[in-house]
């Protein structure tokens, strides 16, 4: 991916759809950022996480839309601010990560289940940091609109729609030997773009183990 290549990722990125959608790159979220510069820094992170990446990485992880506790903050998809924040985390290298959440909202920064669980199991099985991306078939963060930015909803279909167009080119420009959906839904919107990829259960509403026991087993047998 060239530098061009990337701005103009970016830019596709900035094309989210209307209604009760957050996007972080180039969004500000008024009741919970730190400020104006808050889409800035997460651009910035994103881009240093993708560079990092690229030739790099083997495996792709797709997730069904970003959450609030992770890239809506960290602007890097099942990625928490907390995370990103950590010292003993290697998520993005050359760059000194920074929060845009404000601290009244979450004093020590938002942690995301899914996030931890998805790069836990990951690193715990040796997988490198930079070996793997995350991204969502949805992008942005689909939140509730009655519950407020601090909340999460499935993208409907119009939405789902227009998010496959930013999958595919992120397949392209980063392409992985190897794909793997989180959940039925992230399975089903690849398969809508003409793209195979292994299943595992999300870690999500109690899928945390049988996420962990499929994710094992698939490492094992990839990297033999």
């Known amino acids: 991916m060239s530098r061009n290549q990337l701005d103009d990722f970016l830019r596709m990125l900035k094309g989210s759809p209307s209604g009760a959608v957050f996007n972080p790159w ?23 996480y993708l560079r990092q990446r690229l030739g790099n990485a083997h495996l792709a992880i797709i997730g069904e839309a970003l959450g609030y506790r992770g890239g809506h903050f960290s602007g890097i998809p099942m990625t928490s601010e907390r995370m990103l924040l950590s010292k003993e985390q290697q998520i993005v290298v050359g760059i000194k990560p920074r929060r845009t959440s404000k601290p009244s909202v979450c004093l020590n920064g938002f942690s995301e289940p899914t996030a931890t669980i998805v790069w836990g199991a990951l690193l715990g099985l040796g997988v490198k940091p930079d070996h793997f991306l995350l991204w969502n078939a949805f992008p942005w963060h689909s939140f509730d609109p009655r519950r407020g930015m601090l909340s999460n909803r499935m993208p409907n279909k119009s939405e ?27 399975a089903g919107e690849l398969d809508a773009i003409g793209v195979k990829a292994h299943c595992v259960r999300h870690p999500a509403s109690g899928g945390a183990k049988r996420f962990r026991q499929q994710i094992e087993e698939f490492c094992n047998n990839w990297i033999r």
């Open 26 to 48: 180039w969004h500000v979220d008024e009741e919970n950022d730190t400020g104006l510069l808050a889409p800035a820094i997460r651009r910035k992170h994103l881009v240093g």
């Open 160 to 186: 789902q729609l227009s998010g496959r167009p930013v999958l595919r080119v992120f397949l392209q420009l980063l392409p992985c030997e190897q794909i793997v959906a989180l959940g039925k839904i992230a």
